[in-house]
């Protein structure tokens, strides 16, 4: 494998890498035995994304790496080309030759009579049923798929952005206003999370090291590892399917009573995936369980919303001393926003992206950045993390916690800075990137992954496959 360092060893992913790397406590010589070259943007946009998801990709990589490392005896290098990382990072994929639907027709952005910014906008988000007609209804619109645009539009006229933003948030459903960066740096949620790291690392609970199956140099770095994963919305499923690309055993546990989005057939590939709900004492006695064999516990519930279940942090370090507990949310554990439900495109808007990104392009109209990249980037900052903690628990024993926000992953993209002229790059192809494999969904077309290992190269041990096809139990 080609390996190159010299020209990254001052690059603005180098650096990026190295502050994630101290902060996490892992070894420096680990750095030593990780590429990431290259330098140039690869999607249109005036902000490093390109430099966030290949750092965050190589820091994920990496940890792996490391582990492999501490029960190894030796280090393997590390490759992470960056077109093939952000292209893995596009959400392309088809099933059976069509190409999913991913956006509802009624998600996107629209203008409001008056409010944050000027003109004023909000983002909806309607990719689920509950969320489109509980929107539909707040604004007084036919509730139903037949609802066309035009209506919302209109209804839209008569509010203020920050006021269709709190009473949907008053509501359970998931609307941003359209802020400027130095509006949302003013907001008490941004003040909260000022002084929190990008990955959160805590040891929340005395325990002695969990010793690991037996593994030999071809086994992947997580080998003997397995984690519950759950987590539906492409952050947390991302990076549940990057710990399985380095071997552990990924159990996804879905809610048989929630919805999902058919990006599940790309983000389950390498996992076995099962059904339980949490509901009823039966699937909460079924997760304990689950939980005595588990090294990760990983999830995507508001702050608070497991713990109601019995299944918050501290209560998994009583239930099972060791585990390493993952927690993703949209804006981050404390502050008023904090149980506010998220995705990425409404963190964006939220947060001064899309404002940010019409402006570099001189656009009248509020402007996404051209992948979900605090998903992805989250997603690999969770397996960084998840690693990280694994081997401070190898090393010192303990209980972990570690917490992602998208939020917080947006706040790290703002400090990489801006790229002169980014929005004038053209795409490359995905097409190099692109492998075939059968799956519960059909025939699965989807990027490979992109990170390159010496000794133990990545592989999704389970085909993708649809929810409650596996028992909830780990595999024999």
């Given at each position: ?55 965050s990709m190589a820091a994920a990589a990496g940890a792996a790496a490391e582990l492999w490392h501490l029960h190894q005896g030796r280090r393997q290098r590390v490759l992470v080309p960056r077109e093939h990382a952000v292209l ?389």
């Amino acid at each position: 494998m080609p390996f190159e360092d010299r020209d990254s060893l001052v690059s603005p992913v180098r650096r990026a890498l190295a502050t994630l790397w101290q902060q996490a406590g892992l070894p420096a010589a680990g750095l030593d035995h990780l590429s990431v070259p290259g330098n140039a943007p690869v999607l249109p946009s005036s902000f490093a994304v390109a430099d966030a998801i290949q750092a965050s990709m190589a820091a994920a990589a990496g940890a792996a790496a490391e582990l492999w490392h501490l029960h190894q005896g030796r280090r393997q290098r590390v490759l992470v080309p960056r077109e093939h990382a952000v292209l893995e990072s596009c959400a392309h994929f088809t099933l059976d030759g069509r190409a999913p639907q991913v956006w509802d027709k009624l998600s996107g952005l629209y203008p409001c009579g008056h409010g944050i910014g000027a003109p004023g906008w909000v983002r909806i988000h309607a990719n689920f049923a509950h969320h489109r007609d509980g929107a539909l209804k707040l604004l007084g619109c036919p509730v139903g798929e037949r609802t066309e645009r035009a209506a919302v539009e209109q209804a839209l006229r008569g509010w203020r952005a920050d006021d269709v933003e709190d009473a949907a948030a008053q509501a359970g459903l998931v609307v941003a206003a359209l802020r400027s960066f130095d509006e949302w740096d003013r907001h008490p949620q941004a003040l909260a999370l000022a002084g929190e790291p990008t990955v959160r690392i805590d040891r929340i609970g005395g325990a002695s090291p969990i010793a690991r199956p037996p593994s030999d140099a071809t086994d992947r770095p997580l080998h003997g590892l397995r984690v519950l994963d759950l987590t539906r919305i492409l952050a947390g499923p991302v990076a549940g399917r990057t710990l399985a690309a380095y071997g552990a055993e990924v159990l996804l546990l879905n809610a048989p009573h929630l919805p999902n989005i058919e990006g599940i057939a790309e983000t389950s590939r390498g996992k076995r995936s099962a059904q339980l709900d949490l509901r009823e004492p039966t699937g909460r006695e079924r997760l304990k369980a689950l939980l005595a064999d588990a090294h990760v516990f990983l999830q995507g519930y508001r702050p608070g919303g497991l713990a109601a279940l019995g299944f918050g942090p501290a209560q998994l370090a009583a239930l099972r001393p060791g585990i390493v507990a993952v927690s993703l949310s949209a804006y981050g554990a404390s502050g008023p926003w904090a149980t506010r439900r998220g995705f990425d495109s409404l963190v964006q808007t939220a947060t001064g992206f899309n404002d940010a990104e019409a402006r570099a392009a001189g656009a009248a109209k509020p402007q996404a950045l051209p992948l979900q990249a605090l998903d992805y980037a989250a997603g690999y900052l969770l397996a960084f993390g998840t690693q990280a903690a694994l081997w401070r628990q190898a090393q010192e024993g303990g209980s972990w916690h570690v917490q992602v926000s998208l939020a917080g992953v947006g706040r790290w993209l703002r400090s990489l800075g801006r790229v002169d002229a980014g929005l004038s790059v053209t795409a490359p192809e995905i097409a190099p990137w692109l492998v075939s494999e059968p799956s519960g969904f059909g025939r699965l077309v989807a990027a490979r992954h992109a990170a390159q290992f010496s000794d133990t190269p990545p592989l999704w041990r389970w085909p993708s496959m649809p929810p409650g096809t596996h028992d909830a139990a780990w595999a024999a």
